[in-house]
Nanobody, 124 residues
Framework: QVQLVESGGGLVQAGGSLRLSCAAS????????MGWFRQTPGKEREFVAA????????RYADAVKGRFTTSRDNTKNTVYLQMSNLKPEDTAVYFC?????????????????WGQGTQVTVSS
């Protein structure tokens, strides 16, 4: 009934940039908080960023502050994650997620719809 599709992942050298996109089939996209999470094998899924319904408030994990920027275009049902100055430790599968909360939650349990993930690999 709902679908989130990430794109834009790939291989990039340290210091480079990537822009991830997440296209949503949600009928009322502008009523969802959107989050970005990442995961590597053997590790717990990690919060990266979140953006509120109107797109005027964002939240970032300490590890990515100053380097990543999330934004959204509600006319296109799409959320973006602009990643700059990438580091090898940013290597992970990145997921976008939709949640019905009215705050910028870093808890993955507050998001009910998830994309399939896109691989980001940063080489040194």
């Amino acid at each position: 009934q709902v679908q989130l599709v990430e794109s834009g992942g790939g291989l990039v050298q340290a210091g480079g940039s990537l822009r991830l996109s997440c296209a949503a089939s949600l009928r009322t996209f502008d009523r969802y908080t959107m989050g970005w999470f990442r995961q590597t094998p053997g590790k717990e899924r990690e919060f990266v960023a979140a953006i509120n319904r109107s797109g005027d408030m964002t939240r970032y994990a300490d590890a990515v502050k100053g380097r990543f920027t999330t934004s959204r275009d509600n006319t296109k049902n799409t959320v973006y994650l602009q990643m700059s100055n990438l580091k090898p430790e940013d290597t992970a599968v990145y997921f976008c997620a939709a949640g019905g909360t009215s705050w910028l939650s870093s808890d993955s349990t507050n998001y009910s719809n998830w994309g399939q993930g896109t691989q980001v690999t940063v080489s040194s």
